[in-house]
């Protein structure tokens, strides 16, 4: 065998896995091989603070470049301050632990996949290369089985002639006009004169019409009154938001036997499209099996990702509300609602882990769409 594991994708899912093996297990043999020249792509990737536990905290830390500990939303009739940990983790940071981890030879970039198999990965130029598994982490790629919106955007990191002042990032500005869906502004301050701007939509169609939301990035940095110097980087996103779907469907599509993580593997929250604590506690499983041959990486990970979509539901319930009951530039209404509850409510709404009580407080009360809309969405089929 060339490798013990082989991990075909290099996003944020398998490049976690290739960290923690390499901690753990430094005994294995473990490659990546990622078609783009680096790992992770040009993403950030953000989370709070108790998404995850302190355990994981601690090997992860060396990605997250920038922390804060208050946040704040703007809403038309609510803007709110909130006190929670929160971190961004960066791509560059993610490609240089993973090439610093692996020996030389085993981070393969610039190269693309053609075909892989349980234990084999052919690579576009023909060279096959052969493993006791290959772990499948290309990203969310075509699907019958879930039923998808998106939530897309587009972000420029701007250098600022002045300090902008903020204290922590704005996690959701919905003051803006509403158009296509829902529509929020997220802003993340790298420094006092340094911020990653994200015009960012809830919507049907994952189009992105890169100039139109470019002009209105640039407006919405006018209209802060922050004096741009210079545009230091541009990033894009489009990101599932998982409405209804049959996971075992999903795991029987593609290739037979495969291991799958990520985005591949429905592994992200419902609503927020957040990834990074699931691509954490995946890696973490990974690392802690006694057996790491394909059927067994096959039959844990499969495991895992379905047993979490049906811990899920309620969320899916939640995203029908929001895409079928409301009308797409009354959405705001749904979170503007939300953001009114209890901070810890919030905070464990973020980290999946909504109690029982939680999910009778966001559904008690006069909800922001209409009655029969909503009974219609949460019962009814959803439309594709």
């Known amino acids: 065998m060339d490798f013990d594991l082989i991990l075909a994708g290099g996003g944020l899912a398998n490049g976690l896995i290739a960290l923690r093996l390499a901690e753990v297990r430094p005994d294995l043999r473990v490659a990546i091989v990622e078609a783009a020249e680096t790992i992770g792509g040009n993403h950030t990737w953000s989370s709070f603070g108790s998404d995850i536990d302190s355990g994981a905290h601690g090997w992860t830390a060396p990605l997250t470049e920038h922390r804060w500990d208050t946040y704040g939303i703007r809403f038309p009739k609510r803007s709110r301050q909130l006190a929670a940990a929160y971190g961004s983790a960066t791509s560059e940071r993610l490609d240089a632990a ?3 981890a692996l020996p030389q030879g085993c981070v393969l970039t610039g190269v693309a996949v053609a ?6 990965v052919t690579l576009a130029n023909g060279t096959v290369l052969q493993a006791h598994a290959v772990i499948d982490g290309r990203g969310q790629g075509p699907t019958d089985a879930l039923d998808l919106r998106w939530q897309k955007f587009i972000g420029i990191e701007f250098e600022l002639a002045a300090d902008h002042g903020l204290a922590g990032p704005i996690i959701m500005d919905a003051t803006v006009p509403q158009l296509d869906g829902y529509r929020f502004v997220y802003t ?11 015009d960012t939509y809830y919507s049907d169609g994952a189009e992105l019409a890169p100039e139109a939301l470019r002009a209105r990035l640039r407006a919405y940095a006018a209209a802060q009154g922050l004096q741009v110097v210079r545009e230091l980087r541009e990033e894009t996103g489009v990101l599932p938001i998982a409405l209804d779907g049959d996971i075992e469907a999903l795991w029987d599509e593609g290739e037979p036997g495969v291991p799958r993580v990520g985005l591949r593997a429905a592994l992200f929250h419902p609503t927020t499209g957040y990834s990074f604590p699931d691509a954490v506690r995946t890696a973490e499983l990974v690392a802690s099996l006694p057996d790491l041959s394909a059927p067994a990486l096959y039959a844990a990970l499969r495991q895992h990702s379905t047993s979490t979509w049906r811990a899920r539901g309620f969320y899916r319930m939640l995203n029908k509300m929001l895409f079928i009951a409301a009308e797409p530039d009354q959405r705001y209404k749904v979170l503007q609602r939300f953001y009114g509850l209890d901070a810890s409510l919030i905070s464990r709404f973020y980290a999946g882990q909504s109690t029982f ?3 009778v407080r966001v559904l008690s009360g006069k909800p922001p769409v209409p009655i029969g809309r909503a009974l219609s969405a949460i019962f009814g089929p959803a439309p594709r």
């Open 98 to 100: 993973v090439r610093a």
């Open 115 to 120: 075909a892989l198999s349980p234990t084999s």
């Open 188 to 198: 993340l301050p790298f420094g006092p004169r340094r911020v990653l701007i994200e």
């Open 357 to 359: 009580a939680d999910k």
